[in-house]
């Protein structure tokens, strides 16, 4: 937050500098409140990084859940099992609901610690799911990892689209004048030509 203001003060004082007169002391506190709100609301690289570890490591933590259900472990076991096995953000949290679990909480209200990740929402929905219908965990956990996998694939694929256009856009604006200038300008100066004489 100091960082934040610090750097919001810099930038209003660097504008107050370059408007100069009356309007730059006004322009610079524009400024200063804009910068500050705006570096407010990015993210912190701490937390985005932590964002996209808990990402790749979801759909492998519903995986490994799944599996070790299967294989016949019990809940609270197999959910500090995989939390171990993680570590990482995923593996933190998991490790509250293992003990949570254990301390014979009930399965909704002990998933809340992954509910704040990306798609952690759906690991508590698909427990809220199981508990509320009976059906398999195991198979709502492969479930919620094989639609955590697809979501992934499908946003890499966008991502790879959005580049391709990024990538056609600096090759127009540079192949567009040399187009107009080497074909389109000799064409209408030699018409102009035959018309004016």
Known sequence: MRRRRFVAAVG???VAVLVGGWPGPVAGLVTVVLLDRYLGRLEPAEQRREREAAALDLPYAADLLAAALRAGLPTD?????VAEAL???VGTRLGRVAGSLSLGLAPVPAWRPVQDLPAGTRLAAAVARSADSGAALAGAFGRV???LRAARLAAAEAAAQRAGVFLVLPLGLCFL???IV???LPV??????????
């Open 177 to 179: 004048p040399a187009f």
């Open 182 to 184: 080497a074909g389109v």
């Open 77 to 81: 076991r197999a959910v500090r099992e």
């Open 12 to 14: 209003g004082f660097a």
């Open 145 to 147: 990892a094989d639609d």
């Open 188 to 197: 209408i100066v030699a018409v102009l030509g035959d018309v004016l004489h």
């Open 87 to 89: 570590g990482g953000p």
